[in-house]
């Protein structure tokens, strides 16, 4: 069904249509013409298409590294502090059982991420500047901290 105020129907000797219309030969091909009137113009078709788009990024990669071997204690600990220039963060861990938490105090029910084997790589999220603690409940297992900046 069309509902609309403004139809003019052709063919049919002066007949206009105010109200709303039902069409119910459906289907079939139904004529329509009329004219579209824009409120503000502005640009042509043409010239939008002709138009630059000023598009700027800048993409900063990381210049700096820091590399430094933790190794494990009973409970919670400090992996990386927070760091507003921190462009990315990788944690290889050598073995063990390791919950991760992009958070403060890390716990056996507090955690984001749970690492158990060995040699595993996790690549923190590059839009988590925040601190990063570790809860295990081995003590002398390794993990190697890399913060890229």
Not at 54 to 69: D, E
Not at 123 to 139: C, H, K, L, M, T
């Amino acid at each position: 069904m069309i509902f609309t105020p403004d139809i003019t129907i052709t063919n049919v000797p002066d007949v206009t249509v105010s109200a709303g219309l039902n069409v119910n030969n459906f289907p079939a091909t139904q004529p329509v013409s009329g004219t579209v009137t824009v409120a503000n113009p502005g640009l042509t078709d043409t010239q939008l298409r002709a138009s630059p788009v000023p598009v700027s990024t800048t993409v900063t990669g990381a210049t700096t590294s820091t590399v430094t071997q933790v190794t494990s204690v009973i409970g919670n600990q400090t992996l990386l502090a927070s760091n507003a220039n921190r462009k990315k963060a990788i944690l290889f861990f050598t073995s063990g059982t390791w919950n991760i938490k992009l958070g403060a105090t890390a716990s056996a029910t507090s955690f984001t991420y749970l690492v158990s084997g060995t040699n595993f790589t996790l690549e923190v999220p590059s839009e988590w500047r925040g601190q990063i603690d570790v809860f295990n409940a081995q003590a002398n297992k390794l993990v190697n901290v890399t913060e890229l900046v």
